[in-house]
């Protein structure tokens, strides 16, 4: 990876590094609970993965007001930061790869739907802080497709958008990208289908782990 194609890769979080579509699916089942209101089904939250959680509160009840939206906004956040919510692992592999990238003189940035609260979480828990020259979240601003996350870490690093790429799994990462005229790569190992994320714009589509990442960025 001498002649690097990019300077700065930017990933999501959920479905692309962590596989984390379980404790999702369980921590908003929860919270409807909580607040005693349908329970979605597995398929209508994993539809919503990659959204910030109040335009995925939005999507999954379109009826709802602004005070059942914050209701289920702090019930999820209750129990995807509590201590028995399901456990989530990296998928195989992105330590060593994050690794290799950084060695490679690449910079790291994540752009994710999660809140800040529970980035900080996970970062922590995975000890892969240090790899990533900033992050935003869906909290701070826009949710995607929006591409204000990722005007603000090219604006944050000094670089253009032609100098970065997108990493993700969602049609909403794609598009994203595509808003933020960056190119974008997607995987086949998170929640939507990868002739999906290739129709949105992807350049291409990794199949089974990060490890294709940087054979990809020196083909």
Same mark, same amino acid.
């Given at each position: 990876?001498?002649?690097? $194609? ?15 579509e379980?404790?999702?699916i ?10 005693k209101v349908?329970? $979605? ?5 994993r539809?919503?993965?990659? *959204?910030?959680?109040?335009?995925a ?15 289920m ?13 399901? $456990?989530?692992? *990296? ?32 970062l ?12 935003r979240?869906a ?40 808003n ?40």
């Open positions: 990876m001498k002649n690097k $194609p990019y300077e700065l890769i930017i990933f999501d979080w959920d479905g692309t590094l962590m596989d984390s379980v404790q999702i369980t921590c908003m089942q929860r919270a409807a609970k909580t607040c349908r329970i $979605p089904t597995d398929n209508e939250v539809h919503i993965i990659g *959204l910030g959680l109040t335009e509160v939005q999507a999954i009840y379109p009826n709802a007001n602004q005070q059942d939206i914050q209701q906004f702090d019930a999820f956040r209750v129990h995807f930061l509590g201590a028995d919510r399901p $456990p989530s692992r *990296l998928f195989p592999q992105v330590e060593a790869i994050l690794e290799q990238l950084n060695d490679a003189g690449y910079l790291l940035a994540v752009a994710t739907g999660k809140g800040r609260a529970g980035l900080a979480s996970v922590v828990e995975t000890g892969l802080k240090h790899y990533f020259i900033t992050t979240c909290d701070e601003t826009f949710s995607k497709p929006h591409p204000q996350m990722l005007e603000e870490i090219l604006y944050y690093v000094g670089l253009e958008s032609h100098q970065a790429l997108m990493v993700g799994d969602t049609t909403y990462d794609i598009e994203m990208a595509a933020a005229k960056m190119d974008s790569l997607g995987v086949a190992w998170g929640v939507h289908p990868s002739e999906n994320l290739i129709k949105t714009g992807a350049k291409a589509c990794l199949k089974q782990s990060l490890t294709e990442l940087p054979i990809w960025l020196n083909h």
